[in-house]
């Protein structure tokens, strides 16, 4: 299953780690290795056409509609 937010569509993000040491020549040779930030998911169960319809909801997005009260 994907891990993408049904409402906004907000999923992985790619990038590179690195460690740094405040040393020398350190910050040359620091290790890099590639990590993904995924985004906080939660299921809510929402009335969607007249229909109960489980969704998949980033907590940014739920916290925004949670104070609009519109799920």
């Not at 020549?25 to 930030?37: E, G």
């Not at 169960?45 to 998949?56: D, Y």
């Amino acid at each position: 299953m994907a891990q993408i937010c049904d409402l906004c569509g907000k999923g992985k993000i790619s990038g590179v780690y690195g460690t740094h040491r405040h040393s020398g020549l350190w910050k040359h040779r620091a290790p890099k290795s590639p990590k993904q930030w995924k985004p906080n998911l939660r299921k809510v169960n929402a009335l969607v056409n007249g229909k109960m319809t489980s969704l998949r909801v980033c907590v940014k997005c739920l916290r925004s509609q949670v104070k609009t009260e519109t799920v």
